[in-house]
């Protein structure tokens, strides 16, 4: 029949809304994980391709540690599932009691929840709380880092200092404030003394989750300045930069002074259970206390006997890799491989420490790359045989503490393909 347009056949729906992508273009059979294991993942395209990013920085001892899992399945024969809600376990005790024991600051009480995000939006609530018990209800401001990143839960949406387009989904940042860390803290200064006796807690991730910025030691002790002064609650966001990633246990055993919280996730259970948990120092453990007062905070699935038991095993686990070695040694062959890419073109300068570090990505005109820029040159790195993350105006890189020698070169030789195929692309005109 003559005239009658001809429609090209439907892509198959995927029944999966793919987060943080475009669901038309998705290459289902190249992002697709089949299994993984170690540090590689196989996905349906039958490539397997070495991972960059420990997941997502969580599977900091690799994919498929035979220990933790066989310490989950027995935990889920002993018990499938036991709440938190109005009473305790014996396994909650056991890891909080654990936790305790891994900061060098001294912490007194741990409560559980399931992702970094909603650990960020228990914090915020946990400060203004300590405040009205405090007798001073008018300290409701929390301040972040500009560029930060703490999740995409409402309230961790809104305390994250990167667009994350907040204006879109309407998230109230009416008590929010940022302030850049890299300018010897003259903004930190000036907020201070506009609203200092408004400020309830300052949050800060001691190497940013977007783009692996660290946060300048001399920063960190100007806010603590500004805490004796004003009284506020320091936290430490560790949901990425704990349990081995930067160095020690977490990033913030090297402060002078403690903070009042930590944050903790990701490689808090090897990724394999949805897990977070705040450390809660004596100052506010014990207003708390003295008060009788009730934190109305709760999660269903936070701190149950199986993500309890994955929390001991990966401790243990860490303890017995000597995850302090690891860390120097991963440290050391980033900065090797880092060094070999600075050679390329379209490669700038790093940023971040430890296990987490970024690496820009510039234009022939020297610009820092785009989105979608980084975007082409991620999934050209991926075609190429190795997962990488995007970040601002570069890439992340966040191998888990088991790489070897051999595992560094095989990602830097897929880095180096991907970005050859990204020049020929035109992606860095």
């Not at 299994?35 to 599977?59: M, P, Y």
């Amino acid at each position: 029949m003559t005239g009658v347009p001809v429609l090209p056949t439907p892509r198959t729906q995927l029944p999966l809304w793919v987060p943080l992508v475009t669901q038309h273009d998705f290459n289902e059979d190249s992002y697709t994980a089949v299994s993984a294991e170690g540090v590689h993942v196989t996905f349906a395209d039958g490539g397997q391709r070495i991972c960059a990013k420990s997941g997502l920085w969580n599977t900091n001892l690799g994919y498929g540690n035979r220990q933790i899992a066989e310490s989950i399945a027995k935990e889920l024969n002993a018990a499938s599932y036991l709440p938190l809600f109005r009473t305790s376990h014996r396994k909650a005790i056991e890891a909080s009691r654990a936790l305790l024991s891994l900061p060098a600051h001294d912490f007194q009480r741990v409560v559980f929840s399931t992702s970094g995000g909603a650990a960020n939006d228990a914090v915020m609530k946990l400060a203004r709380h300590y405040f009205v018990l405090n007798g001073q209800p008018e300290r409701k401001l929390i301040v972040g880092l500009s560029g930060s990143y703490h999740g995409l839960t409402y309230g961790s949406q809104a305390l994250s200092g990167d667009d994350l387009g907040q204006a879109v989904y309407g998230v109230d940042q009416r008590s929010i404030r940022h302030i850049r860390f890299d300018d010897d803290g003259a903004e930190l200064a000036r907020l201070m003394q506009r609203e200092g006796h408004r400020i309830a807690a300052v949050i800060m991730e001691p190497v940013l989750g977007s783009g692996a910025e660290s946060v300048p030691a001399a920063f960190i002790e100007e806010v603590i300045k500004h805490r004796d002064h004003h009284g506020f609650l320091i936290i430490a966001d560790e949901v990425a930069t704990g349990f081995g990633r930067v160095n020690g246990w977490f990033a913030s055993d090297e402060w002078a002074q403690q903070p009042d919280v930590i944050v903790t996730s990701k490689g808090l259970t090897n990724g394999t259970g949805a897990c977070a948990a705040l450390l809660i120092a004596q100052r506010v453990t014990q207003l708390f206390d003295q008060t009788e007062s009730v934190f109305v905070h709760g999660e269903t699935q936070a701190g149950t006997p199986a993500t309890c038991a994955a929390i001991l095993s990966t401790i243990a686990e860490m303890k017995r890799l000597d995850h302090n070695v690891l860390t120097k040694q991963v440290a050391s062959g980033l900065n090797k491989l880092i060094e070999e890419l600075q050679g390329t073109p379209g490669v700038g300068n790093s940023s971040g420490r430890g296990c987490m570090r970024g690496l820009k990505l510039l234009s022939k005109n020297g610009v820092p790359l785009g989105s979608n820029g980084v975007l082409a040159v991620v999934r050209s790195i991926h075609q190429a045989g190795a997962i990488v993350q995007p970040g601002p105006g570069g890439i992340q890189l966040l191998p888990a503490l088991i790489y070897t020698d051999e595992n560094f070169e095989e990602l830097r030789t897929a880095i180096e393909t991907g970005l050859a195929t990204a020049e020929c692309d035109g992606v860095f005109e």
